[in-house]
């Protein structure tokens, strides 16, 4: 069964820090990596994607992709108390489905 | 940016009773989504609407339970049939592309939160 693994956390960063959060998956015909916020109750909200190899940086953010070793990454960087919330990494394959992630609950302390 | 709403926000229900749950888009779009996310977790994939088509589920989840409309291509509805407090849960639909949209991206509805009782 393909899977996408993250640490559930909490994952706390004092304000200002640079918070790391990751995702493996298990499927190596994965194709389009992606990056969603949610708040605490509401829905998820796209905030990267990529697609090949090496690191894409949007503003605080940057996301890494590593085929090879199956992980992506996201980088916040100058981390806010308002990046606080449950960050879920999704997978696509050759089918086209999206497989997300358990997600990693970050808390960034002010 | 992506409009996409849903119909109710939330809703408490009587075991046993039914609830149909109406996603309306802003543009239209080929493939529509239905999803679950149980407290605490994350989203489970209930089953693929396109227009004009029967909807594909995923495993675990049948049409009797969860029956979806896709009348044409900016709406859908799901329901949630002879409801039991295990289907306590959020609710969302998600589409991809449309106007303004990415076409190989999900963008999100802002879920129907349904508490049965």
């Known amino acids: 069964q393909k899977e996408v693994e993250q640490n559930s956390g909490p994952l706390s960063v004092p304000e200002g820090a640079i918070a790391s959060l990751n995702c493996t998956y298990s499927d190596r015909g994965s194709q389009s990596f992606f990056w969603y916020r949610q708040y605490s109750g509401k829905s998820p909200e796209l905030i990267m994607f990529?697609?090949?190899?090496g690191d894409k940086e949007d503003g605080r953010f940057t996301a890494q992709l590593n085929k090879a070793s199956q992980y992506v990454s996201l980088l916040i960087r100058d981390s806010q108390p308002s990046d606080s919330a449950t960050y879920l990494c999704?997978?696509?394959?050759?089918?086209?489905?999206?497989?997300f992630g358990t997600g990693t609950r970050l808390k960034v302390l002010a | 940016s992506a409009v996409i709403s849903q119909k109710p926000s939330r809703d408490i229900c009587q075991r046993g009773t039914s609830l149909t749950i109406q996603c309306q888009v802003d543009s239209q779009v080929t493939m529509m989504f239905w999803y679950r996310q149980q407290p605490g977790q994350s989203l489970t994939l209930i089953a693929t609407?396109?227009?004009?088509?029967?909807?594909?589920?995923e495993s675990g989840f049948v049409i009797d339970k969860f029956p979806i409309s896709r009348p044409n291509l900016t709406f859908s509805t799901l329901t949630v049939s002879n409801m039991s407090p295990e289907d306590s849960s959020i609710y969302l639909c998600?589409?991809?592309?449309?106007?303004?949209?990415?076409?190989?991206?999900?963008?999100f509805g802002p879920g129907t939160r349904l508490t049965v009782l």
């Open positions: 998600s589409v991809e592309g449309g106007q303004g949209r990415r076409t190989d991206t999900q963008y």
């Open positions: 999704a997978v696509t394959s050759g089918t086209y489905k999206y497989i």
């Open positions: 609407a396109n227009q004009g088509s029967e909807a594909t589920y």
């Open positions: 990529i697609y090949s190899n």
